[in-house]
């Protein structure tokens, strides 16, 4: 059974930067990649990017570009997702999500909240 | 960059009663790279309906999908207690996007 594990509940201040980790098991790490996905409180879901576990491939949401940088360690099978230069409206719960051999989300981390606040 | 705009934005229904949720493309997309999430409060998406019309796995046979090109519908054919939530379109295509939701409520 496909599980991820996020990080905890970050507390930023405006301009700094937030790692958050997400820790995978269930199935063979390098065989599918994962989706980042945002969202701001009381609002919808937004895609962020995503990240080949196979060969660290990436594409991100041109929002996002130049700010964020998502990378895969396949030693722990874990996906790292960096966001820079932090604002209040980066404020949201932000998750990991698995993706089957078809590109579709079927498996979601619990979310990691990360407040941005002086 | 596809926008997806789901309609209404809020539905006001009674248990029992059917629902039908739009969801519109700004562009045609693929039939093959188009779900339906729901979510309840405080919890992660879970997936309802991929490639158009297929139900994930453990979903009801109450929840169908159709549509094709631009527009695309979720219809829930007898709401339960529990499908009381949101719901997102999601394009999960080149580039992926999401919908901004749809609340189904309890009249």
């Known amino acids: 059974q496909v599980q991820l594990v996020q990080s905890g509940t970050e507390l930023k201040n405006p301009g700094a930067s937030v790692k958050i980790s997400c820790q995978a098991s269930?199935?063979?790490?390098?065989?599918?990649?994962f989706d980042w996905v945002r969202q701001a409180p009381g609002q919808g879901l937004e895609w962020m990017g995503w990240?080949?576990?196979?060969?660290?491939?990436?594409k991100y949401a041109q929002r996002f570009q130049g700010r964020v940088t998502m990378t895969t360690d396949t030693s722990t099978s874990a996906g790292y997702m960096e966001l820079r230069s932090l604002g209040s409206d980066d404020t949201a719960v932000y998750y990991c999500?698995?993706?089957?051999?078809?590109?579709?989300?079927?498996?979601w981390g619990q979310g990691t909240l990360v407040i941005v606040s002086s | 960059e596809i926008v997806l705009t789901q309609s209404p934005g809020t539905l006001s229904l009674s248990p029992g009663e059917r629902a039908t949720l739009s969801c519109r493309a700004s562009?045609?997309?693929?039939?093959?790279?188009f779900a339906w999430y729901q979510q309840k409060p405080g919890q992660a998406p879970r997936l309802l309906i991929y490639?158009?019309?297929n139900r994930a796995t453990g979903i009801p046979d109450r929840f169908g999908g159709s549509g094709s090109g631009t527009d695309f519908t979720l219809a829930i054919s007898r709401l339960d207690p529990e499908d009381f939530a949101m719901y997102y379109c999601?394009?999960?295509?080149?580039?992926?996007?999401f919908g901004q939701g749809t609340k189904v409520e309890v009249k």
């Open positions: 999500a698995h993706l089957d051999p078809n590109n579709r989300i079927d498996y």
């Open positions: 269930g199935y063979i790490f390098t065989t599918y990649g």
């Open positions: 990240i080949s576990a196979y060969n660290g491939n990436t």
């Open positions: 562009q045609s997309v693929s039939s093959s790279s």
């Open positions: 490639a158009t019309s």
């Open positions: 999601h394009h999960y295509g080149s580039p992926r996007t």
